[in-house]
């Protein structure tokens, strides 16, 4: 049985991941941080097959003795502080965990799997917030970098240390530079879930109105339940490489409004209002990813729709909020999310 070690294991490309993982007959551990981490008990509800290891991406001996117990094949690493306007507030953060924490995983695993002939495939989860400032478009592995918020720096650390590794100690590193990749367990700050969160709401007559910032930003959105197998094949390769993983369409945020609220027969204009408090010091206006490469070298593509998208994340949310107002379940990680997005709101420049 092959085994697998994921960092983020509760975050979203986590639990996809792990889901596909498993299902490939794969076993799975996953790295958890923090005491008492709230998002640890819905995990296990969910994905009862994991099993926990605690580590953290600012501590090295942590990470090499989670190594040592899962002695994985595969290294995941999606570990990262991954919310972009939150890196203007925690920089230093950012830059410790987003970026400095890919190399403590690669040196951990160097230190478990040995300096040569290491044996352990590694996968870093690169960003297309990287392209920032786009020099081209669409974006390829070959655009030059232009990030324009400190994740967008650490990120690139992240990818160009995982190149120098892959070339000084010949590692089987790779990166996927995903770009934006979205669903149901998206947390409810970026802006997807938050819009489709929101029509949920409006919709039940449970929220009047949703807040949003810059609605021209334009994102190339697809699935993260698509996104988490191109991780996988990279890592079936027999070379280590980086892949631009993206659906080729770009749309606004005005655009993914439209068409949540469109779902529910509301129009967007009476429910969403404009407040600078959601705009970015600095703001990446336009990404469009090229996936040739995957496809040729990986055989991958999207399978889910722009708008089969929006109509899954604003159908699962309405049934969560249904399911809460018949008294069935209570949707822990809206409200956990809310809350979270809340005190950011109000504290921070986001
Ligand atoms: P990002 O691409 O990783 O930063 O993903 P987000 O979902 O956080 O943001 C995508 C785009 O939506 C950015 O250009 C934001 O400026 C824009 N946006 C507009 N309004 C909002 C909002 O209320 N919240 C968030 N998170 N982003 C917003």
Known sequence: ?????????????????????????????????????????????????????????????????????????????????????????????????????????????????????????????????????????????????????????????????????????????????LFNHEGPRRGIEFVTRKVTNAVARIKLGLQDEVVLGNLDSKRDWGFAGDYVKGMWLMLQQDQPDDYVIATHESHSVREFAEEAFRLVNLRWQDFVTVDKRFSRPLDVNYLQGNYTKAYQHLGWKPEITF?????????????????????????WDASHHLNEARILTRSLKV
Request: charged share 15%.
């Open 1 to 177: 049985m092959p085994t697998a070690f994921v960092t983020d294991i509760t975050g979203q490309d986590g639990q996809h991941l792990a889901e596909f993982l498993h299902s490939q007959g794969y076993h799975v551990f996953g790295m958890v941080k923090g005491q008492n981490n709230p998002r640890v008990e819905a995990l296990q509800a969910e994905l009862p097959f994991v099993e926990l290891v605690p580590g953290d991406l600012a501590d090295l001996p942590s990470l090499v003795a989670a190594l040592q117990m899962a002695q994985p094949d595969e290294v995941y690493n999606l570990g990262a502080i991954s919310f972009v306007a939150l890196s203007f507030s925690q920089a230093e953060l950012t830059a410790n965990i987003t970026g400095l924490g890919v190399l403590r995983m690669l040196e951990a695993v160097r230190m478990v799997g040995g300096a040569t002939n290491n044996p352990i495939r590694f996968y870093q989860a690169s960003s297309s917030e990287m392209c920032g400032q786009v020099r081209e478009t669409p974006q390829t592995e070959l655009t030059p970098f232009h990030p324009r918020s400190p994740y967008g720096c650490a990120k690139v650390f992240g990818h160009d240390i995982v190149v120098n590794y892959r070339e000084s100690y010949g590692m089987h590193a790779s990166s996927g530079i």
């Open 307 to 331: 708008n089969r998208l929006v109509e899954i994340m604003v159908t699962e949310d309405l049934n969560r909020w249904k399911r809460w107002q018949r008294g069935e379940h209570f949707p």
